[in-house]
């Protein structure tokens, strides 16, 4: 039998990220509109490690809907920007962990913009 992972159950802005968007916690955003903020990461793993967080509480990719579509893309973009605005014009990596098996920590969907170093592959 293979390890069973869960994810938790908490209403999905009950992060700390919903903690962050809803001004409880101090954050300095890197960027910011309508539907989505960037910040730095509280533990990065290379010397740029930023996150793109939608303002909609999506808890896993899992859970995102054909209704989010454009804001799914919209994040991605905002990441190439900010990878753009923090000097990675050689390259940087766009990863999205996805539930519990793939080390989300954090049930509030976001995208992590990490460089600022060669990044080696397979990652973990």
């Not at 859970?63 to 753009?84: C, F, P, Q, R, T």
């Amino acid at each position: 039998m293979g390890t069973k992972f869960s994810s938790p159950k908490k209403p999905p802005d009950d992060t700390v990220f919903g903690q962050i968007l809803r001004g409880e916690l101090p954050t300095t955003f890197l960027y910011e509109d309508d539907r989505c903020v960037a910040f730095r990461d509280i533990a990065p793993m290379a010397p740029v490690h930023i996150l793109v967080i939608p303002r909609k509480p999506i808890p896993t990719l899992n859970d995102a809907e054909d209704e989010d579509e454009s804001l799914l893309g919209h994040l991605l973009l905002v990441a190439k920007k900010i990878a753009k605005s923090n000097g990675l014009k050689k390259g940087c990596r766009i990863v999205i962990n996805n539930g519990p098996a793939s080390g989300q920590t954090v049930y509030h969907l976001h995208v992590h913009v990490i460089g600022g170093r060669y990044l080696d592959w397979p990652p973990g």
